[in-house]
């Protein structure tokens, strides 16, 4: 994924109380809109140190927390171990150099992810192959700020376009909320946190 060796700098520091937090408050809001889903499998994509993943595991049957960097893998995997969840595991993997692994899950959760991918296009074509019928999707990602000026990342997401990508990915029945504001939350600058959730028939 873009921005991994980034990651694997930081992973052993990433779980600052600030990241803690917004993981607490992000948890929250995917809960609240999650239906039976005791026996369904979550993907958290870019899982990073499994702040949210981990936190959603006794949600679902099972848990698959997969990233780019070796090291928060390693961190995630240790936590894992520590704290005795049964039903999660990790893979570490590259969705973007490297094709669709044969495998199902009926939710995927991308948090503040694909504003490091350069094609958002291509990532969550590769993302629906991993869902089952009528599986869901979750981005919770910075809505689109202008002050924010970053060869490394996007400037966040519009409502509309993001919209527009995923309906040319077969989703509908789409699902937005605002949830979360704060001072220098993204890129020095004020920013806003929204969660999307779509269906894939």
């Known amino acids: 994924m873009a921005n991994t060796e980034k990651f694997e700098q930081i992973a ?4 600052q109380p600030d990241r803690i937090k917004i993981a607490e408050i992000t948890v929250s809001e995917i809960k609240s809109i999650l239906k039976d889903s ?3 499998v979550l993907m958290d994509f870019g899982c990073g140190t499994g702040l949210i993943g981990l936190s959603l595991a006794t949600e679902f049957k099972e848990v698959l927390l997969v990233d780019s960097s070796v090291n928060m893998i390693a961190v995630t995997s240790n936590k894992i171990k520590q704290l005795d969840i049964t039903n999660a595991k990790v893979m570490n993997f590259d969705l973007e150099m490297n094709e669709v692994e044969p495998l199902k899950v009926d939710v995927i959760i991308i948090s503040q992810v694909l504003l490091h991918i350069p094609n958002t296009q291509a990532i969550l ?3 629906s192959h991993f869902l089952n019928e009528n599986g869901m999707l979750i981005i919770i990602d910075f809505e689109e700020n202008h ?3 970053s060869p490394l990342v996007h400037r966040g997401f519009n409502k509309a376009n993001l919209e527009i990508q995923l309906l040319k990915n077969g989703y509908n029945s789409f699902n937005y909320k605002s949830f979360y504001s704060s001072d220098n939350l993204f890129m020095g600058q004020r920013a806003t946190l929204f969660l999307m959730s779509a269906i894939r028939p």
């Open 12 to 15: 052993k520091q990433y779980d």
């Open 147 to 149: 002050l924010v000026n």
């Open 38 to 40: 005791k026996d369904k």
């Open 125 to 127: 074509e590769k993302l």
